[in-house]
């Protein structure tokens, strides 16, 4: 499985960013879908997931903020960002789980100016 991210930018605080993950390859046995980040010079963080059946479950600081989808038919997880703030600003990557192995994108900056 193959996972391409797209979507990030400079935005100012408040604004909003929409990312993207496409998969490719061997798309079928995809479980849960997750978006993660890392800043500069901090440990990477669980950010939203979304399971097979459209649960999902948000990091406590983008509660009400961002919001995480996927189209199973297209193979792509969304994370829509609204009131974007300076400390939302890290390297975005996209992971997948299937019922044997997980798969990372290769990130996407976010940066948020105040």
């Known amino acids: 499985v193959q996972l391409v991210e797209s979507g990030g930018g400079l935005v100012q605080a408040e604004g909003s960013l929409r990312l993207s993950c496409a998969a490719s390859?061997?798309?079928?046995?995809?479980?849960?879908m997750a978006w993660y980040r890392q800043a500069l010079g901090k440990q990477r963080e669980l950010v939203a997931v979304i399971d097979g059946g459209g649960s999902t479950n948000y990091l406590d600081s983008v509660k009400g903020r961002f919001a995480i989808s996927r189209d199973d038919a297209d193979n792509t997880m969304y994370l829509q960002m609204n009131s974007l703030k300076p400390e939302d600003t890290a390297v975005y990557y996209c992971?997948?789980?299937?019922?044997?192995?997980?798969?990372w994108g290769q990130g996407t900056q976010v940066t948020v100016s105040s």
């Open positions: 992971r997948i789980f299937t019922a044997s192995y997980t798969y």
């Open positions: 390859g061997t798309t079928y046995s995809i479980n849960a």
